[in-house]
Nanobody
């Protein structure tokens, strides 16, 4: 079984930055694509970004493109989400997820999930 643990969330002012981390339990981490999703109260879980197993390919949702960057360090079994120019509408619980295949942008396409980390952006 795969365990994913997110960290790095917190409270930040609009325009500020945060870096989220997701640590995975698998030593075969590099075989799997990873994604970040977020969910605000009363809203559906929303795709944020995805990265291929090797890290060669990435994709960000239009709503965060140019502000967020996904990356990974396979030697550390960790995926990151660098969030810059944060806006109040970015406030949500952010989840890390693992998929066998890269390119999926829906929650159903991911097999394992972390518990999430809260990001709150004040105005």
């Amino acid at each position: 079984q795969v365990q994913l643990v997110e960290s790095g969330g917190g409270l930040v002012q609009a325009g500020g930055s945060l870096r989220l981390s997701c640590a995975a339990s698998r030593r075969t981490f590099s075989n799997y694509a990873m994604g970040w999703f977020r969910q605000a109260p009363g809203k559906e879980r929303e795709f944020v970004a995805a990265i291929s197993g090797s890290g060669d390919s990435t994709h960000c949702a239009d709503i965060v493109k140019g502000r967020f960057t996904i990356s990974r360090d396979n030697a550390k079994n960790t995926v990151y989400l660098q969030m810059n120019s944060l806006k109040p509408e970015d406030t949500a619980v952010y989840y890390c997820a693992l998929s066998i295949y890269y390119g999926r942008t829906t929650a159903r396409g991911y097999d394992y999930w972390g518990r999430g980390t809260q990001v709150t952006v004040s105005s």
